[in-house]
């Protein structure tokens, strides 16, 4: 969200961000090749995505609270591929203090 209703912000902190790259090994590279050939969910593949995901949210939290935040807002992830095997994915936002209303 934008903002947080109920809520004040008291401070804006500016940008954070977290991020993960990941790389697939050949055999599930493989093993999504010939399950792509079928059709379907890559299960493999949608599970690494869901863990790099929750890696960079933790990391953009982890940075958020070091520089004395205490909610971040405008939060987005991004994701590109770095060359034919590695994933990076990037969580930010805007780092701020809020007080309730």
């Known amino acids: 969200m934008n903002d947080m209703p109920g809520y004040e912000v008291?401070?804006?902190?500016?940008?954070v961000f977290?991020?993960?790259?990941r790389s697939r090994n050949?055999?599930?590279v493989l093993g999504a090749g010939f399950k792509s050939l079928?059709?379907?969910?890559?299960?493999g593949m949608t599970k690494n995505?869901?863990?790099s995901r929750e890696s960079a949210v933790e990391r953009m939290v982890e940075e958020a609270e070091a520089k004395g935040a205490n909610a971040v807002l405008a939060f987005r992830f991004d994701a590109s591929e770095l060359?034919?095997?590695?994933?990076?994915?990037?969580?930010y936002?805007?780092?701020?203090?809020?007080?309730?209303?």
Do not use: P
């Not at 008291?10 to 940008?15: A, F, K, M």
């Not at 977290?18 to 790259?21: Q, R």
């Not at 079928?38 to 299960?43: M, P, Q, T």
């Open 10 to 15: 008291t401070e804006v902190i500016g940008e």
């Open 18 to 21: 977290g991020l993960t790259v």
């Open 26 to 28: 050949v055999g599930s």
């Open 38 to 43: 079928a059709g379907g969910e890559l299960k």
């Open 49 to 51: 995505l869901s863990k």
């Open 83 to 91: 060359g034919n095997l590695w994933t990076e994915i990037c969580a």
């Open 93 to 101: 936002g805007t780092a701020v203090k809020v007080r309730k209303l």
